[in-house]
């Protein structure tokens, strides 16, 4: 119906109901199998050519039950990739027996039960199904590649974010330290300076001297300097003879 040439493989039983109509008509059992499957292949035919493919390839919507609660499995329905059934492969089975029982009779012959073994397409739409089947598969398949970059990306940016707040945090964390550990300085000096601002005076002048002065360093300087009164004091160490 849905203009898909496929190809069908059944098989039946059945019997001799009445041995004389059976001689008359087909004559031994090559002969009633070839009648019978002159039959059952016209049947299958008007049967299968009623109804779309897949009616024929699944009995029920159990599939599609199944999956419709995953998310996959909606998209697919939506898509169209999964058809609901409405006759089924039983009862268009049913038929075709149904149709089989009205005339085999004749030739002493009754039908017991027929089964479809396979379905499939024939050779020249085959291919155009595996691609059709494979471009769909590289389709959920980029979906799910953006869907990925998507969520890469969002967690990217939120980490981005969230560090940005950790170093801003680090950073003002480390100013207010900083910040009072130069004012815990500051008072320590104060408190120093106020109780002997001469001694005081001593050590920032130790401190200038040890960031300004080493064993290479040549200074000229003025005897009166406040920068020079404490070196003149240092007496040299003697000499060994």
């Known amino acids: 119906k849905d203009k898909k040439y496929i190809w069908v493989d059944t098989t039946a039983r059945w019997k001799i109901k009445d041995p004389l109509k059976f001689f008359q008509s087909v004559y031994d059992e090559r002969g009633g199998q070839a009648r019978l499957d002159d039959i059952i292949d016209a049947a299958v ?12 390839v699944r009995s029920s919507n159990r599939l599609i039950e199944q999956i419709s609660s995953l998310q996959e499995g909606k998209e697919f329905i939506e898509e169209g ?4 059934v409405k006759v089924g492969r039983d009862k268009m089975r049913e038929r075709i027996i149904n149709i089989a029982k009205q005339i085999l009779p004749q030739y002493g012959i009754e039908l017991i039960d027929v089964r479809i073994k396979r379905v499939n397409y024939v050779e020249e739409v085959r291919k155009k199904v595996y691609e059709r089947m494979i471009a769909e598969r590289k389709r959920a398949a980029e979906r799910y590649r953006s869907e990925g970059r998507g969520i890469r990306a969002e967690i990217e940016g939120r980490t981005e974010k969230e560090l940005k707040v950790i170093l801003s945090e680090a950073y003002k964390k480390a100013q207010e330290i900083k910040g009072e550990a130069d004012a815990k300085a500051t008072q320590i000096y ?3 300076y106020s109780k002997d601002p001469q001694f005081f005076s001593f050590l920032k002048t130790l401190d200038t001297y040890k960031d300004s002065i080493d064993k290479n360093t040549t200074i000229i300087l003025d005897t009166n300097s406040d920068y020079f009164k404490y070196l003149k004091k240092i007496k040299s160490s003697p000499q060994s003879p």
């Open 45 to 56: 035919r008007d049967v299968v050519t009623a109804h779309n493919l897949i009616e024929i």
């Open 81 to 84: 990739a999964l058809e609901e």
């Open 190 to 192: 104060a408190d120093a």
